[in-house]
T-cell receptor, first 112, second 118 residues
């Protein structure tokens, strides 16, 4: 499977702390995206990073991409209880017609 | 109204029954997808359609069929439901011409259809 894998599977932190999630994938990509899913609901797109980019920021989100290691990380700074959700990386593989393949997700719990 | 609407939101059925899940979108996107989510397995692609006349199998199409009735409508059918098709199903749309994400494939998801097959 070309599916990405997130690490850790679950993460519990205190409000105000930073949360870091990692994603590894197997083949070359055009872009990598991060999505968020609140319990049992549809996924929401957070941020996209293209294969020629190394870092992107959006508000409290910071994404890095290391194509040599085939990995990405998502950092959420100053976390809030409302950030509690599952986070998925999705990769568009080169030659894959831009179809997205999703990882298994990281469950983040932010406690007050 | 939601940009991507899925019906029904919840459905309980019995083994062997035919089930249709429907998806409609108001975003004007050309591409539509059906994904299945199972705990611990992430999302897996069932079928996708790049336009009304272009339908393609995804990673796990066996036991499923689809119909793209119009640009805005994409339905998923389970011809004879079985218990291991119990899952959360998501419809999604995208348009690679879409603005700042041009050339990429950013998905807009529906709220999901939870299907239980007894």
């Amino acid at each position: 499977s070309q599916q990405g894998e997130e690490d850790p599977q679950a993460l519990s932190i205190q409000e105000g702390e930073n949360a870091t999630m990692n994603c590894s994938y197997k083949t070359s990509i055009n872009n990598l995206q991060w999505y968020r899913q609140n319990s049992g609901r549809g996924l929401v797109h957070l941020i996209l990073i293209r294969s020629n980019e190394r870092e992107k920021h959006s508000g409290r989100l910071r994404v890095t991409l290391d194509t040599s290691k085939k990995s990405s990380s998502l950092l959420i700074t100053a976390s809030r209880a409302a950030d509690t959700a599952s986070y998925f990386c999705a990769t568009a593989f080169t030659g894959g017609g831009n179809k997205l393949t999703f990882g298994t997700g990281t469950q983040l719990k932010v406690e007050l | 109204d939601a940009d991507v609407t899925q019906t029904p939101r919840n459905r309980i059925t019995k083994t062997g029954k035919r089930i249709m899940l429907e998806c409609s979108q108001t975003k004007g996107h050309d591409r539509m997808y059906w994904y299945r989510q199972d705990p611990g397995l992430g999302l897996r692609l069932i079928y996708y359609s790049f336009d009304v006349k272009d339908i393609n199998k995804g990673e796990i199409s066996d036991g499923y069929s689809v119909s793209r009735q119009a640009q805005a409508k994409f339905s998923l059918s389970l011809e004879s439901a079985i218990p291991n098709q119990t899952a959360l199903y998501f419809c999604a749309t995208s348009d690679t011409r879409d603005g700042v994400f041009s050339g990429a494939n950013v998905l807009t998801f529906g709220a999901g259809s939870r299907l239980t097959v007894l």
